[in-house]
Structure formats: structure tokens, C-alpha cells
């Protein structure tokens, strides 16, 4: 129920049977559902607790005139609740924070919160800093604007937050506050994405309302749902597939993996799944590369991420992943050069292969089993059964388990699926494929 209806904030009533109140803050990024959303909806109409969801229609965190109007509604139902209860995400946590005080919270749960987004006064990222109005100058949170007990859910690999929750773990020696801090491994900034769900939501809100609070349980209980989110797999893999590339394909081969809840969105990423079996192929790892390549291009033909499949490593045939984790193929259609995935066959398309001949590396494609080798003559490419060493014909370079593909003296570049072209001089990232074997 809608109980308050201004420029720039709203605020929602659920009215249930819990003795305490629940007040709820959203992150930006929902402005345009003000009207039907606000934090833990589902959650507290199911739980029935009693809630005010605050939510703003502006990017604003929260400072706005307004605010004044929700704290003295409620500064007069306050007494008909034995405790108050406040949870932030993001820009939201700021707001928990910021009026924890006015508010005469017990209890403040943030998620990620900025201490302030202007950058006279703290770091902040670019995006966030432009969104800083004259208004908003000098909104830094302070000691005196807080009270009572607070929790702080943050991941320590992100700088700022690291900071600010540090920050705000300083306000424990003024002895008004008691404040902890709790590190969620792989989380990034969106740290309710890690441990999204209503049991997440009752461990808070029962640790936020006993006297007797087990902090270490709480963490405990937090790594366990953590560990079963499919967002925590996901983020996992991004942070490590670079240097551990091994252990990343050990997660997505795994049996486990198969159990984690909605793992299938993980798989959607198919880009970054691919420059997973690349790196696993610049670490030599080939078999491995192989194994998941096959894998993944199963399941993008049939929906189905089937382990048993996976066929004996033979290595007898080379396909060219590019940097954005697409393969180098090639368009009958078009007769160019194009970008995609290779279960996909856009515009008659087919994979570009290489092998050796003679001591040299050439690229080809298979039509009807036999292969055809590019020539490029007056800008157009041709394809042809013979393979001759003139500097007609495309060729490859190849240096640290990394190659290029050259006409004369250019190198084909790649900027989209479709914008690929013999128009670089020199080779860099956007030039550079490497080779999958399998």
C-alpha cells in the first residue's frame, strides 16, 4: 500500500503481525518501479512483518527535502513497535545510515553502502560522482548520524567499499555504536546478488532482533548460502578464469556444478565461458580446453550440459578463439571474415580451421570434407582447393601459443561479429586468436 506519494520519494506500507518494524531502503537502479517495488517486498508480505518500503524516483540517494515528511510519519507510529529494524543495498545503505539516527533504529543492516558520493569528500566512482548535485555537496555520513547496532555486508576486493566500511567501523570508539563488518568473498559491489533469498533476509532480521547475537554463526550461515548461489559460481569464475583457468574449468566440470540452483544463467555468459577454454589453452592446459569447448558448444546446440558427453581428447583439428571469446569464422554468404559462436551458423558460416603445410600455418574451412584456403585478390577473398606459398593467400604468424592471420602486410582485426577486416598494421588484441585444439 502506497502511504506517501511525493517528487521524489514514496514510501509503502506492508502491514502485518511482527512486533518490530521493518524499514527498507532500494539501491538505484529501480526508480522506474517505484510504484510496485521496494526491497524485500515478496518477503515481508509472505512473512508478514511490518514494513515501509522507501524508495526514490530520482537517482538522488536519498537526499531530498522530502525525507523530512517520511521521518515524522514515522516518528508517530514508532511507539506501537517494540524495535526498529532498517536495511539498505547500495545507495539505499547510505540512506539506512544516513537517518539511522532520526529514524531511532535498533538495528541498521547495509548492504554496500556509499559513505558519501561526492568527491570532495570521498572516493567515488566517475558514474556515481556526476550524479552529484549542488544539493547533495557535503551528504557524508557522519558519527553523529548514527546509532545502535550496525551491521556491514561488503566484499574486501572492492576498493571503495572496503574503505567505507572500514571507515565506518572507525564510529565504534565514540562508544554510541556498535558496528561490525562482514566480507563476502566473489560478491563485487551487488553483495544481496550473492545471498539473495528469503533465508538470507531471516538470518539478518533474526540476528538483528537477538539479544544474544552469534556473530560467527552468522557469518557461518552466510558463507553456506553464499556457497549454493549461482551468482557467487559465476562471479568466481570471472575473478579467476584469468590466472586459474584449470580450477575454473574444474567448477564447470564438476557434478557439483550441475547442482547449484539456475546454474543454466551462468551458462547464458557464453562469451566469457569461451575465454575461459582460452586461457586454458594458453596455459597449455589443451585436453582441458578441448573438453570444455566441446562441452559448452553441446550444450549451446541442445540446452543440454550433458558431462558423459565429452568425446576422447584428440587434438587433430585447431579453432581460433578471438579476444572477445568468439570464433573466427567464415561467411559463404558474405565471402568475409566474420565473429560468432560456433554452435550459431549466421549467413552460411563455417568455422575457420588451421593446418600445416610445408613447415607453414594456413587457415581453411571445410565444405563436403575438403578444404578450401582463402585468397584475397582486389580486396575480395576467394576460396580455393590449392595452397600455394604466394602472398595471395592469407597466412598465419603465431608467437606464445598466440597467432595472427595476415595478408601481405595486414592483419585481420576484430571489432564486432561482423566488423572483421584485413585493415591492421600492426598486432595487437584485437588481431590476436588462439588456437583450441580438439
Known sequence: MLIFDGEEIAVHLNKGASDFLLITFIGIGHEERWRDQYFAKPFVEKEQINCLGIVTKKRNWYVSDEMQEVLKYIDQIRSFYKKIVTIGLSSGGYAALKYSSLLKSNFTI????????????????????????????????????????????????????????????????????????????????????????????????????????????????LMAIRRKNYVNIYNKLMAGYFKHPLLCYQILNSDNFLKVKYYNRILLDETNLFKIVAQLAIYNYQKEASRLFLLLSFYYASKKYDLSRQREYKGNRIALLDH???????????????????TFNPLNSSLVYLTFINDGLYPYVEYLDRKFYFEKKNNQIFLTENCFNTDDFVKVKMNNKKVCLYHKNNFLSVVSDDNVNFNATTWFEYETFIPIYF
Open 110 to 221: 547495509v548492504m554496500a553502502p556509499q559513505l558519501s558520493i561526492d568527491p570532495d569528500e570521498w572516493p567515488t566512482i566517475p558514474e556515481w560522482a556526476q550524479l552529484c548535485s549542488q544539493k547533495m555537496k557535503g551528504m557524508g555520513i557522519k558519527v553523529e548520524n548514527v546509532q545502535g547496532s550496525i551491521l556491514i555486508l561488503y566484499d574486501k576486493k572492492h576498493d571503495i567499499d572496503r574503505k567505507t566500511a572500514e571507515h565506518i567501523l572507525s564510529f565504534n570508539q565514540n562508544g554510541v555504536v556498535d558496528v561490525k563488518i562482514l566480507s563476502i568473498p566473489y560478491a563485487g559491489h551487488i553483495i544481496y546478488e550473492s545471498i539473495k533469498g528469503s533465508e538470507t533476509l531471516k538470518k539478518l532480521i533474526s540476528y538483528s532482533l537477538d539479544n544474544n547475537r552469534n556473530f560467527p554463526r552468522l557469518f557461518k550461515d
Open 324 to 342: 572477445r571469446g568468439r570464433f573466427l569464422a567464415f561467411s559463404n554468404y558474405l565471402h568475409k571474415f566474420i565473429s560468432n559462436n560456433p
